[in-house]
Every structure is written in structure tokens, then in C-alpha cells.
């Protein structure tokens, strides 16, 4: 719902400035945003491998400080917990990509302060990277829960499934950022 209101902001501020709305908007970085679109997209791909490999429901083995599923679905021979360390990886820098977004931002004369657009991109962007930062903290948690079991079971895998939907919502509500905040003209 918050999101919701995060794109009438857009639709509202769009229809009632257009000058500002085109003004703003040509300072964007459009390539940039779109590697770090791409990169959290992959990450996406990587949280579905992950957990594929957690639904395989075969225990996992535990050596030499390594989780690997003994399962029949291993991609590069990787585990769950290993497609989650490389998708929390991704989203690490999608997050550090927007930090450096504001940075940019902030540097061509356009901080929060700066008029009403201003105010919308970074409430928008700063509140989905805040929830991408709260699926990190999951994929911790999931992981050093892969660890601490003996043994792998639905329960557990039970939960990488849940984070993977929060992190797919993430990521669809990204998309859709994406295309309102740097291709709507």
C-alpha cells in the first residue's frame, strides 16, 4: 500500500510539474540505473536457484565449514546456501549502487531538499532500499540457520522459500519503480 502511494506521489507530480518532471529527470543516470536494475534482476535468478536447491529436501552435507545440498538439482554444484550468499552478494550492490546514485545526485545540485521531485525520487528509492536491505538481513538469517541445523529439512526449507517470495516482490516492485522513475518522460 505504501508503494501504492509512493507512485501517486509520481503520477501526481508528473501532471501538475511537467517542467520540473523534465528538468530532474534529465540529470538520471538511465545506463547506470539499469546495470543496478540488471544486477538486482540476477539476484532474483540466484534466490530461485537457492531455492530450488532448498526444495530438494536431501540433507545437507556439512564439511570443512561448507553447506552443499546432496541433491540432484546443483547447478556449479552449489547449495542453497551458497545461491543465497551470491544473491545477498547482488543485492549488497544494488544498495551501495543507489548510495551511489545519491551521491551523484546530490553532487549535480539535486539533494532531498532540493524541490518536490527531489523529495519523491529519494522517499521512493530510499524507502524500496530499505525493504532490499531487510531481505539482506533474511538471507543472513536463513543462512546462519542452514548452519546452525544438523539436519536440513522442509522447515527449513520452508523459510528460504518465504524470503524468496519477499525478495521477488522486491524486485517486481523495482521494475516497476524503474520504468516510472527513468523511462516515463
Not at 523529495?119 to 548452519?147: D, E, K, Q
Request: hydrophobic share 55%.
Amino acid at each position: 500500500m505504501f508503494f501504492a502511494g509512493l507512485f501517486a506521489i509520481y503520477f501526481t507530480l508528473r501532471s501538475t510539474s511537467p517542467e520540473l518532471w523534465a528538468d530532474r529527470t534529465e540529470l538520471l543516470n538511465i545506463p547506470f540505473a539499469l546495470i543496478n536494475t540488471l544486477i538486482l534482476v540476477s539476484s532474483s535468478i540466484t534466490c530461485q536457484f537457492g531455492v530450488f536447491a532448498a526444495e530438494d529436501l536431501q540433507p545437507y552435507k556439512i564439511a570443512k565449514g561448507q553447506v552443499n545440498l546432496a541433491g540432484r538439482r546443483r547447478l556449479f554444484g552449489w547449495g542453497m546456501v551458497e545461491w543465497f550468499w551470491l544473491t545477498f552478494i547482488l543485492g549488497a550492490i544494488f544498495v551501495s549502487g543507489q548510495v551511489w546514485e545519491y551521491a551523484q545526485l546530490v553532487a549535480e545540485g539535486m539533494p532531498i531538499q532540493a524541490d518536490s521531485y527531489a523529495s519523491a525520487f529519494y522517499l521512493t528509492t530510499g524507502f524500496h532500499a530499505l525493504h532490499v536491505t531487510g531481505g539482506l538481513v533474511a538471507f543472513l538469517l536463513v543462512i546462519g540457520r542452514a548452519y546452525a541445523v544438523k539436519n536440513f529439512t522442509h522447515k527449513e526449507a520452508t523459510s528460504s522459500i518465504v524470503v524468496s517470495y519477499y525478495w521477488h516482490f522486491v524486485d517486481v516492485v523495482w521494475i516497476l519503480l524503474f520504468v516510472v522513475i527513468y523511462f516515463l518522460k
